[in-house]
């Protein structure tokens, strides 16, 4: 019974951050120009590279995250060691800015539709959701039950739920100040 337990709980972490990723890569996808911006921002590429890097590394961002997303969701081993890669990066970009004093910036994340700036909890919320990432595949050897699709795509729903609680809450505030 604890083993059942485990497994669904597994799959339900892998439905959670696997939608997280694909919704955060396909919402990159359709607005590359603020994504560029957001690279540019966070100046980890040298400013005096050609404007193709800086398009070649929004388009594998963006489909890094929506095939990591995918992975995540089909139950894919290997597929939560690649976002606990790309939290880490992300961790890293940010925590970088932030001890440059960078605070301004747009997180980039759009989780909660009106961009976050950076902040620490920006950056410990990415690095949690590395180590979340890098436990979902290293939980796996123990169990490796993949074919939970039901509370995987539990998970996914919850995460959608939350998406639209978030969208609704920063939709409200906007109504509130104008």
Known sequence: ????????????????????????????????????GTIAAYRILP???PYPVFAAAAWLLTAGE????????????????????????FTLAIVT???RGRRHIKCGCGLNGSEERLSWTVAGRAALLAVVAGLLDLTAWHHPDHAAFVPRMAGAALWLIVLAA???????FVEEMT
Request: charged share 10%; glycine share 16%.
């Open 47 to 49: 400013r005096n590279a």
């Open 66 to 89: 929506i095939l990591l997303g995918l992975g995540l969701l089909s139950g894919c081993f290997g597929a939560g060691w690649g976002g606990c890669a790309l939290f880490t990066l």
């Open 1 to 36: 019974m604890l083993d059942t337990g485990v497994t669904s709980f597994h799959a339900v972490a892998e439905g959670v951050l696997g939608a997280l990723l694909l919704t955060s890569g396909l919402g990159k996808a359709f607005s590359q120009r603020d994504l560029l």
């Open 166 to 172: 978030l969208r609704l809450r920063a939709h409200r």
């Open 97 to 99: 800015n932030l001890l």
